[in-house]
Nanobody, 120 residues
Framework: QVHLVESGGGLAQPGGSLRLSCVAS????????MSWYRQAPGKERELVAS????????SYLDSVKGRFTISSDIVKNSVYLQMDNLKPDDTAVYLC?????????????WGQGTQVTVSS
């Protein structure tokens, strides 16, 4: 099993910044990718940013390009999301997601989420 724990959410004003962190722990031998999703009330869950391992291929949701930056620390099994110039539409629960190998099985794992609220 793989456990993902997010931190760093909270309240920010429009134009402000927050940095999310996610740490993976467990008996995984390989982490293929780590991603951030978000889900706002009444809306579908959407992929915000993803980073692959190895290679570090990165992708972003169009609406966050130029404002959000995803990064990872392979040694610490961690992924980060730096969110700048936040907008009220960024308000959502942000969930960490990872694809990993445990034993001989590949699986997809989710964290519990951290609330991000952007409001003046």
């Amino acid at each position: 099993q793989v456990h993902l724990v997010e931190s760093g959410g909270g309240l920010a004003q429009p134009g402000g910044s927050l940095r999310l962190s996610c740490v993976a722990s467990g008996r995984m031998s390989t982490i293929y990718y780590m991603s951030w999703y978000r889900q706002a009330p009444g809306k579908e869950r959407e992929l915000v940013a993803s980073i692959s391992n190895p290679g570090g291929h990165i992708s972003y949701l169009d609406s966050v390009k130029g404002r959000f930056t995803i990064s990872s620390d392979i040694v610490k099994n961690s992924v980060y999301l730096q969110m700048d110039n936040l907008k009220p539409d960024d308000t959502a629960v942000y969930l960490c997601n990872a694809g990993a190998k445990v034993g001989f099985r590949d699986g997809v794992y989710w964290g519990q989420g951290t609330q991000v609220t952007v409001s003046s």
